[in-house]
C-alpha cells in the first residue's frame, strides 16, 4: 500500500465534521482508488481518526466495530437506527462535491510536503 495513499485518505477522514459520515466509496472517488482500498486502509491505520464517521453504501459497520461506532454516532448526535443498526445517509452524508475539494487540498499538501523533503 502506497504510503502517500494512506495518509490522503486517512487525512481526508480527519477532515469529515462531527454529526456527518462519508461512505468507503466516496473517499474512493476523492482520492482516486477503490473502496475496498479505503476499507483496508481504515481497517489497518483508521484508529487515530474518526472511523465512525465512515461506513459502507448501506450506513453500516463491519461487524467487529459495531458497537463501537454506535456510541460515537450517539455522542455526536448523527441520525441513526440503532435497531437496524445504520446511519440515516440522507440525513448526515457530506457532499461529494465538498469530499472532492479537501482530497485536492490533501493531496496538494501531501505533494508539496513531499518535494520539499525530497
Known sequence: MREELVEAVLRVVEEIPPGRAAMYGM???????GPRVVGRIMHDWG???PWWRV???????PTTIRGEGFSEWEKEGMPHDLERGKLHLKQCAIEQEWLDSVARTVIENLQNAAELSG
Not at 27 to 33: F, Q
Not at 55 to 61: K, P, S
Open 47 to 49: 484508529g487515530g481518526v
Open 27 to 33: 473517499i474512493a472517488r476523492a482520492v482516486g482508488t
Open 55 to 61: 461506513v459502507n453504501v448501506h450506513g453500516t459497520f
